[in-house]
């Protein structure tokens, strides 16, 4: 159960986005952050926040490689679970999506559903950055790709006004 998500697999969003770009790093794992810099009321930066690397993982490059090329396919394969939203995002996106079975309890009675599932990673303005979106009892993965394609849709347009968030 473990190896495909089900059962008692308990991970975070961030631990999930975390794990992922200790891959893209080549097995470099640093501390979550939220933040880029910190700025007073008059826009001046008080603080600019550095990357702190907290260890190193052994990883095999042909692993990564393999990973690498799934998630791509994953967006630009036709046959990829993110193709129909993700393929034509600016960002070179490549993702895994996932639905994990689950249940929960409604007036003593078990109901069965489904979480979905994206993980991921994208250019931006010169960086890589890697994400994950998690729907509790949302359906299947392709459910959570199209959060993915909204948010992606209005970063490349810079939050323009029409963006729907």
């Known amino acids: 159960n473990a190896v495909i998500g089900q059962g008692f697999t308990l991970v975070t969003p961030l631990q999930l986005a975390n794990a992922l770009a200790t891959i893209?790093?080549?097995?470099?794992?640093?501390?979550?952050?939220?933040?880029?810099?910190?700025?007073d009321q008059l826009g001046n930066v008080v603080e600019t926040h550095q990357p702190e690397l907290a260890r190193q993982v052994a990883m095999d490059p042909k692993t990564v490689q393999l990973i690498s090329e799934g998630m791509w396919g994953t967006v630009?394969?036709?046959?990829?679970t993110a193709y129909r939203y993700l393929h034509n995002s600016p960002g070179n996106f490549i993702a895994k999506t996932g639905s994990a079975e689950t249940f929960?309890?409604?007036?003593?009675?078990?109901?069965?559903g489904v979480h979905g599932w994206i993980?991921?990673?994208?250019?931006?303005?010169?960086?890589?950055?890697?994400?994950a979106v998690h729907m509790a009892f949302g359906g299947g993965g392709w459910n959570a790709v199209q959060v993915m394609q909204k948010f992606a849709k209005c970063l490349f347009s810079d939050f323009a006004p029409q963006c729907q968030y």
């Open 76 to 80: 630009n394969s036709p046959q990829g």
């Open 104 to 112: 929960r309890t409604v007036d003593g009675q078990l109901i069965p």
């Open 24 to 39: 893209v790093n080549g097995g470099n794992y640093y501390e979550p952050s939220v933040i880029d810099h910190i700025e």
């Open 119 to 131: 993980v991921g990673a994208f250019d931006y303005d010169g960086h890589k950055y890697t994400f």
